[in-house]
């Protein structure tokens, strides 16, 4: 350990980051507009929230509907399109000098081969994440709930970029093992787990959904355990990084995924509330690495399951 | 807008379901503008997001809200004591637009409900503090379920403002909505001098304003009219997209292209 204390910076895929710390799609706009609400120097990514190639102005509101223990969500991908994404936000990045990922978006593979084609000549670009797990798209299935689509497609983003790429996948699956070897077959860099959950809630004295899409994706703290135990799995199933995440909400539980295997964590619903919640989760993963004389956060992924053996 | 913890003042229970909290900020007391929000984040265990809230009042370095109990949120807030500090980020929206407005006209403020909370800031800010007060006809219409949940017109009054009451149960006042007695006064002044409307209230209250400016009035399309929207927010400051309502120019986010917006650019819900 040097005098400056543990070391922060992660390898994710191919490239590196200052800090574990990541913004989750969708819960931290494009990066920029937060101005000084957020503490950039804690972040080691902002991922931006999806673009598509043209714009989509998003679903029939209410969006959003907060139950006794989460978040639900039904955005819908709201987004201005990839070129007016190129024109105007990247160079506010760059300016800003903001590590960004691009998290994409479609409905068919040539839309997220073409995302990924345009994206790679995009300089400033850390990494490119594909959602494949939106559950606010009206689809008859999520590319990431099919293995053989889930393959195929990152195959296909694989042949057009020379970026990192990322698969983000649902959580909504009966084995998620199965598909997150798919992604890594098909030549993805690292995961990012999960996305939200499906869920909805209805108003009873009216007997209305609560969301005007009727259901959406369900985050926040209730779904941290679900969350872990996926990390968990995916990190016994593959050898590529994975980015864990799913209603963390301190360091604590930023922990205990990089205990699971996370080689990275996200932020998601936490970044809406507290949108400087990155400096206080990096402080006190430093802060726990140096109680326990680790040198780097590098060192503490997957940890769990060594113990978990010597227990068993 | 930055994120504070700000100290609370005071918790004034005003009615069974309804109490003013008090905080001291002196920064965000000079910032804020009438139909700006906090963003509130009630307590640490009972809630997860943030919560909007109007800033009701101004006095010096003090910021009131005005809060309706409605559901765990605002339980968890009527529960803090003063002295404890609060979490808010703020001030947050865009406020109402105090343009100049011609001497004789006429101001109408129009309260549904806990939607006075809003209006009281603004009627302050058209009488007190204005560099030039406006000298026109002042109104404010308020309306409630009964009698005893009328909220705030000795407010108004102070201020100079004719106060006008309905209550759906006719115990204080005209009987019926506020709109019904706000299309009493629009149909009886019959003529085309500058009226100017502020609004707040729930959502359907405007849609049935909008139809009687349109019936009730010469030129509709003069009479400016301004509402603040309530709507569930996520983040508050414009990334998550969560509280986007229908306008004519597509969806508009609520916490920073609102929450105050022009009558005649909002759309219906289920007509988007």
Redesign the interface.
Same mark, same amino acid.
């Given at each position: 350990m040097n005098r400056r204390g543990p070391s922060m910076n992660v390898r994710v895929g191919r490239c590196r980051y200052r800090s574990p710390v990541i913004c989750a799609s969708g819960t931290f706009g494009y990066g920029t507009e937060l101005g000084a609400l957020a503490d950039y120097s804690a972040i080691g990514a902002v991922t931006t929230k999806t673009v598509t190639l043209d714009p989509r102005e998003g679903n029939r509101p209410p969006r959003i509907f907060e139950t006794a223990h989460g978040v639900l969500n039904s955005i819908g991908l709201e987004n201005p399109g990839i070129e007016r994404f190129c024109r105007e936000i990247v160079p506010a990045l760059r300016r800003m000098k903001i590590p960004f990922i691009v998290s994409i978006g479609g409905t068919t593979q040539s839309e997220y081969e073409e995302l990924a084609r345009i994206l790679d000549r995009v300089a400033g670009v850390k990494a490119v994440e594909l959602n494949l797990s939106c559950p606010n798209l009206r689809l008859k299935k999520m590319v990431s709930q099919e293995k053989v689509l889930t393959k195929k497609l990152v195959a296909g983003v694989r042949r057009r970029t020379t970026k990192t790429v990322i698969a983000k996948l649902t959580p909504e699956v009966t084995d998620i093992t199965e598909i997150a070897r798919a992604a890594e077959a098909g030549g993805a860099d690292a995961l990012s787990l999960v996305n939200t959950y499906y869920g909805m809630a209805l108003n009873v004295e009216t007997g209305v959904p609560r969301l005007g899409s009727v259901y959406g994706g369900y985050s926040g703290r209730a779904i941290k355990p679900l969350s872990l135990y996926r990390v968990w799995r995916v990190y016994q199933a593959v050898s590529i990084p994975v980015i864990g995440g799913g209603g963390i909400e301190t360091a604590d539980d930023a922990i205990e995924f990089f205990l699971a295997g996370a080689s990275a964590v996200s932020l998601g619903t936490v970044n809406m509330v507290y949108p400087k919640c990155a400096a206080g989760i990096k402080k006190g993963l430093q802060a726990y690495l140096r109680r326990r004389g680790i040198p780097r956060i590098a060192r503490l992924t997957g940890e769990g399951h060594e113990r978990a053996k010597r227990v068993g | *807008? $930055?994120?504070r913890a700000v100290e609370i003042r005071r918790i004034t229970q005003k009615r069974p379901d309804i109490f003013l909290l008090t905080v001291r900020s002196a920064a965000l007391a000079n910032q804020a503008r009438p139909g700006q929000f906090l963003h509130v $984040?009630t307590d640490e265990c009972t809630? @997860?997001?943030?919560r909007p809230l109007s800033i009701h009042r101004r006095e010096k370095q003090d910021l009131s809200l005005l809060v309706k109990v409605r559901g !765990? /949120?605002t339980r968890a807030l009527l529960r803090r004591a003063p002295g404890e500090r609060l979490n808010v @980020?703020g001030p947050l929206g865009n406020g109402f637009t105090l343009s100049p407005f011609p001497d004789g006209g006429t101001t109408m403020l129009i309260a549904g409900g806990i939607g006075v909370a809003p209006l009281v800031f603004l009627a302050q800010r058209l009488t007190g503090t204005a560099k030039r007060p406006s000298t026109g006809r002042k109104i404010a219409l308020i309306g409630a379920r009964t009698r005893g949940e009328v909220l705030c017109a000795p407010e108004f009054r102070r201020r100079g403002f004719t106060v006008k009451k309905a209550t759906e149960d006719g115990s204080a006042g005209r009987k019926g909505s506020v709109i019904e007695l706000a299309r009493d006064l629009l149909a009886a002044r019959g003529d085309a001098r500058p009226l100017r409307i502020f609004a707040c209230g729930p959502e359907q209250m405007f849609f049935r304003l909008r139809a009687a400016i349109n019936e009730l009035c010469p030129e509709p399309e003069r009479v400016r009219c301004q509402v603040s929207f309530e709507?569930? *927010?996520?983040?508050?400051? /414009?990334?998550? %997209? =969560? %509280? =986007? @309502?229908?306008t004519r120019q /597509?969806?508009k986010k609520v916490c920073k292209d609102g929450p105050v917006f022009s009558l005649h650019e909002l759309k219906e !819900?289920g007509t988007?």
């Open positions: - | *807008m $930055k994120e $984040k809630t @997860i997001l943030r !765990r /949120g @980020i709507q569930f *927010m996520g983040c508050g400051v /414009g990334v998550c %997209c =969560a %509280c =986007a @309502i229908p /597509g969806y !819900r988007e």
